[in-house]
Each structure stands twice: as C-alpha cells, then as structure tokens.
C-alpha cells in the first residue's frame, strides 16, 4: 500500500476546515506544501477563497496551483491560516523557523481569527527547544546581536546556505540558537524580542487554536 505520509495527512485533514469566501493563510515548509496542494485542488473544483502566502516559496506555489492571491491592502482579516511547527509543546506553544519564514509566518498567523497547525507526531515534545530556536536579525552589526542573545543562555549559529549566509525574504539573517531547552517559552520570547537587531523569534506563544498531528500508521488526530 502507499507508504503513510504523515504531514500530507495531517495537512488534509485542517483544509477540511476551508469555506467558501474564506481568507486563507498559506504557510511555509514541507508539511504546508500538502495543505497548499489540496487547496489548489479545491479551488479546481469551486472553492471560492483568496489568500496570502507567508513566503516567496509559496506564493510562487500558489500561483503555480492557480489559487487567488490578493495584496495587504485588499486584506480585511484572515479567517485561517494552516503552518507546519519545528515543535509543539503541552500549551500549543511552537518553534518555528526552520523553513526561515518565521516573520512573514507570525504577522500573517497573529492577523489571522484561526491558527491550524499541522505536523506529524515527531514534532509533538513536552519541552521546546531541542530544536535550535531561529532568530531573525537585521545584518547590521549582527554579531552583536549574537553576542547579546548568547548572554540569554545560548549559542547562536548564524545559518549558512551553500557555504553563504543565509537572507530571509526580508533580507535579513538567521541565528539558530541552541537553548538546550527552554524552560519558559513565553519569558524567552520576550527577553530575545527586546535585544536591538532582533527582528522576531520562532517562538509563537499561545497563537495555535488547532492542533492537527498525522501519525506513521496512517491516523490523524487534532489535540484536544
Ligand atoms: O519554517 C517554518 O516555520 C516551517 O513552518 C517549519 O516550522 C515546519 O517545517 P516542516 O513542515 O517542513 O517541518
């Protein structure tokens, strides 16, 4: 039988929750990319909704699947927005990042009525930060930015892509930062957001109001 794709399933199921006259959210990254495919195939048979992309990566898949897209400025509000997480805690606080698209991610997700987040069950952990929390920093003088997030207890890395600094969409740098593990999400948060240079973190503090996790077997479940 087709071997189970957990992200895939976990995306479908929250498209399910897309009505007609909707604005959509679409986020970034692997497990997006289905819930991006299946709305592109609803919008082929009728869907009527318009939405915003959180990256160039998905704008360009978008428009590739022929779903309608409008600029900031036709915006009235967003009614979903469907995101993968890098973690997912008890409370549905998340990291995000891994994918570099946490800014455009949590504008978009902290303008829109329903976040849905969708991962498959490796991502679910009792205490964030395994995964190094990424930290999106303006390139001037990011080194004392480093050095000033260093001193909250971690080790940032700035992220390389073939052998160059990687820039966001925004032009901007990525610090991975290793916290080992972050013993309270939302503190970190804020101490990281108030060092000058930092333009956001990958931390989203109690914006998730669904939960959907696909599993290896097959299932799919949605938190309660
Ligand atoms: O970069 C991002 O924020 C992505 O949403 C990331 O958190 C999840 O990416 P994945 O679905 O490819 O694992």
Redesign the pocket.
């Known amino acids: 039988h087709e071997s189970s794709n957990p992200?895939r399933t976990a995306a479908e199921k929250a498209v399910e929750y897309i009505q007609d006259g909707m604005t959509v959210g679409l986020?970034?990254?692997?497990?997006?990319?289905w819930a991006i495919q299946q709305i592109g195939k609803r919008v082929l048979s009728g869907l009527q909704i318009k939405a915003v992309a959180?990256s160039v990566q998905s704008e360009n898949l978008a428009k590739e699947l022929g779903i309608p897209l409008i600029p900031f400025s036709e915006l009235e509000e967003i009614d979903v927005t469907i995101?993968?997480?890098?973690e997912v805690d008890g409370a549905w606080n998340?990291?995000?990042?891994?994918?570099?698209?946490?800014l455009r991610?949590k504008i978009i997700a902290s303008s829109s009525k329903q976040l849905i987040v969708?991962?498959?069950e490796s991502?679910v952990v009792d205490q964030l930060g395994k995964f190094h929390l990424?930290v999106e920093v303006v390139k001037f003088g990011y080194e004392l930015t480093r050095n000033k997030l260093s001193a909250l207890g971690c080790e940032p890395k700035l992220r390389m892509m073939d052998q160059q600094p990687f820039t966001t969409d925004n032009g901007n740098y990525i610090l991975d930062c290793d916290f080992k593990q972050i013993k309270s999400p939302s503190e970190c948060h804020d101490a990281i957001n108030h060092i000058p240079g930092v333009v956001d973190n990958?931390l989203f503090i109690k914006m998730a109001t669904r939960v959907i996790v696909g599993y290896q077997d097959g299932s799919v479940e949605e938190l309660k």
């Open positions: 992200k986020g970034t990254g692997s497990t997006a990319y959180t995101d993968g997480a890098d998340l990291v995000k990042g891994g994918g570099g698209a946490l991610e969708v991962v498959d991502k990424p990958g």
